[in-house]
C-alpha cells in the first residue's frame, strides 16, 4: 500500500548514486523521465489522489499575457528579484485571470521572464523563470522540487522529520511554502495565481516527497478570495487520509507536536530550530524565561540542555498546552517547567516588581510590521521588549531576541537592541547575529526576514 491508498501504484525505489548529477541536470534541461532514474532514496509514486474532485480546480488557461515593464523594474528583473509590481507594468496584450502566465519582454521583444499573474495582488506577477524561456508544467515543478528537496537532504540525518521542504520564492516557487512534518505535508498558498496549477503541482510533488497526508493552507487573504478558489478551503486535506489529530515529528532528536490545521504558521515555527539548538548549548543549570514561548520549542531545547528552571510564556492558551505535551513527549524532568498564558508584555513588567530575575530570557515575539509603515513602530515595540526582558536578566546573563518582520531590516533590528540596552544602563556584549537554517534559504533581500541576537548583558 503507497502511502496514498492507492493499491495499485506505480513505484521506483531509486539509489543514492548520482545526486549530484541530477542536481546539474535540475538546473538545465531537466527532464522527468531521465530525472526519476537520479531521485535518491525516493519513493515515486505517479499520480495523488484527492478527496476533492479534480474536475473542481480548473485548468491553466493556454493563453499567455504577453507584458513589458518599466526600466528600473526590469533591472530588479535581470537581477533576480521575483516580484514585478502592478505599476510597474507598462504594456499589457490583455487583462487575465489569476494563475494565468504572464511573460515578460524587454523592448527588443527579447524573452526577459515568465510568471504567475495575479490581478488581485499589487504583486501581479511572481517570477518563475527569468532569462530562458520554460514549459510551465509537472515538470517544470519537479525539477523545482527535486532541487529543494536535495538542500533539505541533510537533515533527516540530523533525527529532524519537520522543516520546509519549500521556502517560496527562495526556492523559485513564489507565493507558496511547504512544510513537512514527518509524514505530513503542508502546503500553504499566498495567491490565488496556484490555484490552476495545482494539479500539476501536486503530482509532482507526490512524486519527489511523497506523504500520508497532504493539507492545504490559505493566508488570511486568500481565504476570502472565494471566487478564485474552486471549492478548496483552508485546513482541507487534499490527500486522501486526513491525519487523526495532531502530528508528531522530531527537530534535532526532541519530538514536538505541530497541529497544521488550528496551528498557528503550519503548526511549529520551524524557522528557529538553528536557533533553538544555539540556545540549548547556553542553558546548562540556568534559569531561562522563554517569552512568546508558542508551543516551546525553546523550552523543550533548554530542558534538554540541561536548563534548572524554565518559564514558557505565551498569550495563547492552547500554545501554551502544547507547550506543556511537548516538554512530556520528550520525558525531561530535570528541569522544572512553569507555564504562564498571558500577555508577554504584562508578566514582564510583574516579574519584574517582584525582583524575579533569569540567567536566560529568550525573546521572541510575532511580527509587528506587516508594512514599510508599520516598521517605525515595530522598533519601538522590540526596544520596549528589550528593555523589559533586560529587567529580568540577572546582570552578566544572556539576551537571545529575535524579529521575523521582514520589513525591519537587520541593522535597524540590531541597532534598537544596543540603544535600549544603553538606555537601560546595561553593557551589552555580542555573542552572535543569526537568521534562519538552510530549510530556510535567502535568494532576495525581503526573504532575509529572521534575525536574532544573542548577547550578554
Ligand atoms: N518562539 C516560538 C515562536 C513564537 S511566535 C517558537 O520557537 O516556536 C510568536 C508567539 O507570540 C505566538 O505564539 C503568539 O501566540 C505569541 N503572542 C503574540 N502576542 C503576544 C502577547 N502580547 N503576549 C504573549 N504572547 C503573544
Do not use: G, K, W
Given at each position: 500500500m503507497c502511502p496514498h491508498g492507492d493499491t495499485n501504484p506505480e513505484w521506483f525505489i531509486i539509489g543514492r548514486a548520482k545526486r549530484e548529477k541530477m542536481l546539474i541536470e535540475t538546473e538545465s534541461t531537466f527532464s522527468w523521465q531521465e530525472a526519476k532514474l537520479f531521485i535518491p532514496y525516493c519513493i515515486i509514486h505517479p499520480t495523488m489522489d484527492y478527496n476533492?474532485?479534480?474536475?473542481?480546480l480548473p485548468a491553466p488557461s493556454t493563453k499567455r499575457i504577453a507584458l513589458r515593464i518599466s526600466a528600473p523594474a526590469e533591472r530588479a528583473l535581470r537581477q533576480g528579484h521575483p516580484w514585478v509590481f502592478?505599476?510597474?507594468?507598462?504594456?499589457?496584450s490583455h487583462t487575465g485571470a489569476p494563475g494565468d502566465l504572464a511573460v515578460i519582454f524587454d523592448d527588443k521583444r527579447r524573452f526577459l521572464a515568465i510568471g504567475l499573474y495575479d490581478p488581485t495582488s499589487s504583486i501581479r506577477v511572481r517570477i518563475l523563470q527569468a532569462r530562458d524561456p520554460a514549459t510551465i508544467n509537472a515538470d517544470w515543478f519537479r525539477a523545482k522540487l527535486v532541487s529543494a528537496a536535495l538542500v533539505r537532504e541533510s537533515l533527516e540525518g540530523m533525527n529532524t522529520t519537520g522543516y520546509r521542504l519549500v521556502h517560496g520564492e527562495n526556492d523559485g516557487l513564489p507565493g507558496l511554502v511547504i512544510d513537512r512534518y514527518a509524514d505530513a505535508l503542508v502546503l500553504k498558498l499566498y495567491t490565488p495565481a496556484w490555484i490552476p496549477h495545482l494539479k500539476d503541482f501536486c503530482e509532482a510533488l507526490a512524486q519527489v516527497s511523497p506523504a500520508t497526508h497532504l493539507i492545504l493552507r490559505l493566508n488570511r487573504s486568500l481565504q476570502k478570495q472565494t471566487e478564485f478558489l474552486h471549492g478548496l478551503s483552508d485546513g482541507?486535506?487534499?490527500?486522501l487520509l486526513a491525519p487523526e489529530g495532531l502530528i508528531l515529528f522530531k527537530e534535532n532528536g526532541l519530538i514536538f507536536e505541530s497541529d497544521p490545521i488550528h496551528g498557528q504558521k503550519t503548526g511549529f515555527f520551524l524557522d528557529q530550530r538553528d536557533n533553538r539548538a544555539r540556545v540549548e548549548k547556553l542553558s546548562k543549570d540556568r534559569s531561562v524565561l522563554n517569552v512568546f514561548s508558542y508551543t516551546g520549542g525553546f523550552s523543550v531545547y533548554v530542558a534538554r540542555g540541561g536548563a534548572k528552571e524554565v518559564v514558557s510564556v505565551d498569550s495563547s492558551a492552547p500554545a501554551i498546552e502544547a507547550a506543556v505535551r511537548n516538554m512530556d513527549y520528550n520525558k525531561l524532568v530535570s528541569a522544572s517547567h512553569e507555564t504562564i498564558a498571558e500577555d508577554a508584555f504584562e508578566v514582564l513588567e510583574k516579574m519584574q516588581s517582584q525582583k524575579r530575575l533569569f540567567d536566560l530570557v529568550i525573546i521572541d515575539p510575532p511580527m509587528?510590521?506587516?508594512?514599510e509603515k508599520q516598521s517605525a513602530g515595530a522598533l519601538s515595540a522590540y526596544r520596549k521588549l528589550t528593555h523589559l526582558g533586560l529587567g529580568v536578566l540577572r546582570r552578566g546573563g544572556t539576551l537571545v531576541q529575535a524579529s521575523?518582520?521582514?520589513?525591519?531590516d537587520a541593522d535597524s533590528f540590531f541597532e534598537s537592541i544596543h540603544q535600549s540596552a544603553k538606555e537601560a544602563n546595561r553593557g551589552l556584549t555580542e555573542i552572535e547575529r543569526t537568521g534562519h537554517g538552510i530549510d530556510h534559504p535567502v535568494t532576495f533581500k525581503e526573504g532575509a526576514y529572521l534575525k536574532c541576537l544573542f548577547a550578554t548583558a
Open positions: 476533492t474532485s479534480r474536475s473542481q502592478d505599476q510597474s507594468i507598462t504594456e499589457q482541507m486535506t487534499l490527500s509587528f510590521a506587516q508594512s521575523c518582520s521582514s520589513r525591519v
